[in-house]
């Protein structure tokens, strides 16, 4: 397997005026090209501070993250859509391009392109409030992924949407970074998801947060989400999944 990103040891604690408070401890992660891996743990046990840690928009107070290329590219998406109402789809699209100063011919084109192959090529001259919440996702994946990314960070992605909404979504997001090849960490509390999307489930403990179970997941015909949880297996998975999480119910 091609290892694009190597977390080892990885530690996070804050200072605060209660005192010191370690959000994770000692995490070690391997990510291969073409992973798709769900982080699952309950509330506040540290998720998406190691997401953040990963793109580089907190540090870590000790451990280290060795990424596969000097250049190496990260795209992050958050649970809102993010999208500026006053500007059109396209130009919602070509923001980071023009953030990152790289908004070239060539990458306007690919823009294009991811437009038209996942049918929002017809709204690209039209404005955000024309679109439903899943169309808005659509247009904020295809945002990140002009940049091209190496890997793409999800941060409860789906988290806005209704439930069926949050199912029609999910399936394109996951159609869509296969056939882009594209490798993903997302970080979800619903465990219907991680187990029909992902290839690797980490289980986070509860603060101090460390990895408490890894899940190969591994089903008898993988094909799209949706039709993932009708697998014999996923409910297996689930089950597990379920039991090794840190919840008092």
């Known amino acids: 397997m091609n290892n694009i990103l190597k977390i080892t040891n990885l530690s996070k604690k804050y ?24 982080l699952v743990g309950s509330s506040g046990c540290g998720k998406s501070t190691l997401l953040n840690i990963i793109a580089n928009l907190e540090s870590p107070s000790s451990g ?41 011919k060539e990458n306007q084109e690919y823009v294009l392109s991811l437009l038209k192959k996942y049918n ?4 690209k001259d039209k404005y955000p409030n024309c679109l439903s919440g899943g169309m808005k996702q659509r247009v904020a994946l295809i945002r990140t992924l002009a940049l091209k990314p190496n890997i793409l960070l999800l941060d409860e992605p789906f988290n806005a949407l209704d439930y069926q909404s949050r199912l029609a979504i999910s399936n394109d997001v996951y159609e869509i970074l296969k056939k882009e090849n594209q490798t993903a960490i997302m970080v979800t509390h ?9 290839n690797k489930v980490y289980v ?10 890894i899940y190969n997941i591994e089903l008898d015909n993988p094909s799209s989400p949706i039709n993932n949880r009708k697998d014999k297996k996923f409910m297996e998975y689930y089950d597990k999944i379920w039991k090794d999480l840190d919840i008092n119910v």
């Open 204 to 213: 986070l403990s509860k603060r101090p947060s460390t990895i408490k179970k």
């Open 190 to 198: 619903d465990l219907s998801e991680c187990v029909s999307m992902s």
């Open 120 to 123: 929002l090529y017809d709204f």
């Open 15 to 38: 200072h605060t005026k209660n005192g010191e408070i370690t959000a994770i401890k000692d995490i070690n992660i391997e990510v291969n090209k073409g992973d798709f891996i769900s």
């Open 64 to 104: 280290n993250i060795t990424f596969s290329d000097e250049n190496f590219k990260i795209g992050y998406m958050f649970q809102s859509d993010s999208l500026f109402p006053w500007l059109t789809i396209y130009e919602n699209c070509l923001i980071g391009l023009k953030i990152q100063k790289i908004n070239t």
